[in-house]
């Protein structure tokens, strides 16, 4: 026990970056924790395909043409009070293929998660679109109090429907198809709801110009990439407090 203290000790004396390194070459490609950087791992590689895509389509000519077909497909989608309902439709096929039962965290592996990869590229090319359809901002601005205590409200069935896929019944066993159906559309709902009512409630109360809310904009990834280590920093000292 003294000697496994002691290793420890030594261990947790060595720099961030030794740390960092050894555990790298413990870990056999692709097997590589990703941790909490798991999602900055997958913008890049969505934020690469859609550099690719872009130079495809403008070596094919399609450049103009696609850019006027992705803000005209989002404003069908979005463009009324069942937008979050048309966002969940979509949505609720790539959760259902999820290996667990709500939306999977990748940061296992550097190998690409399919379904993760395609929902968040939804979204990713939905906010694309929406940046040529600004118009409809206006909308979300109207709509978010109601879309957000929708949201608030359907999460509760979402929350019952994951809690008994992770520990199901025997009729829920039984019924097992069907239940992953119905949770991944609750689920879908809940972020559908959440995501455009954020969106909603910033644009009414939060659209002008201030420096304040452009410095933490601009901060937003860094204060991602950061919090880790510092959370974990703040609670070593309190650890078994209590």
């Known amino acids: 026990?003294?000697?496994?203290?002691?290793?420890?000790?030594?261990?947790?004396?060595?720099?961030?970056?030794?740390?960092?390194?050894?555990?790298?070459?413990?870990?056999?490609?692709?097997?590589?924790?990703?941790?909490?950087?798991?999602?900055?791992?997958?913008?890049?590689?969505?934020?690469?395909?859609?550099?690719?895509?872009?130079?495809?389509?403008?070596?094919?000519?399609?450049?103009?043409?696609?850019?006027?077909?992705?803000?005209?497909?989002?404003?069908?989608?979005?463009?009324?009070?069942?937008?979050?309902?048309?966002?969940?439709?979509?949505?609720?096929?790539?959760?259902?293929?999820?290996?667990?039962?709500?939306?999977?965290?990748?940061?296992g592996s550097l190998a690409w998660h399919l379904p993760v990869l395609g929902l968040y590229g939804l979204f990713f090319a939905a906010g694309w679109a929406l940046f040529g359809a600004r118009e409809l901002l206006a909308g979300f601005a109207a709509r978010w109090r109601g879309w957000l205590l929708g949201g608030l409200a359907v999460s509760g069935v979402a929350v019952i429907g994951v809690g008994l896929r992770y520990q199901p019944p025997a009729w829920a066993v039984e019924h097992a198809f069907a239940l992953r159906w119905a949770s991944s559309f609750a689920t879908s709902l809940v972020m559908a709801l959440s995501v455009l009512g954020w969106i909603g409630l910033f644009v009414r109360f939060a659209s002008g110009p201030s420096p304040r809310n452009r410095d933490l904009a601009d901060a937003s990834y860094w204060i991602y990439i950061v919090h880790l280590p510092v959370m974990v920093d703040d609670v070593d000292p309190v650890r078994g407090v209590g």
């Open 1 to 107: 026990m003294p000697a496994t203290a002691s290793a420890s000790a030594m261990v947790a004396s060595l720099p961030l970056w030794q740390l960092a390194l050894g555990g790298l070459l413990e870990e056999r490609w692709p097997e590589i924790r990703t941790t909490h950087l798991w999602f900055l791992y997958y913008l890049s590689i969505l934020s690469g395909l859609w550099w690719l895509g872009r130079s495809a389509l403008a070596r094919l000519g399609w450049l103009e043409r696609a850019g006027e077909a992705g803000p005209r497909l989002v404003r069908a989608a979005l463009g009324s009070r069942l937008a979050p309902l048309v966002l969940a439709l979509a949505t609720t096929p790539l959760l259902t293929l999820m290996r667990g039962a709500d939306i999977d965290t990748p940061d």
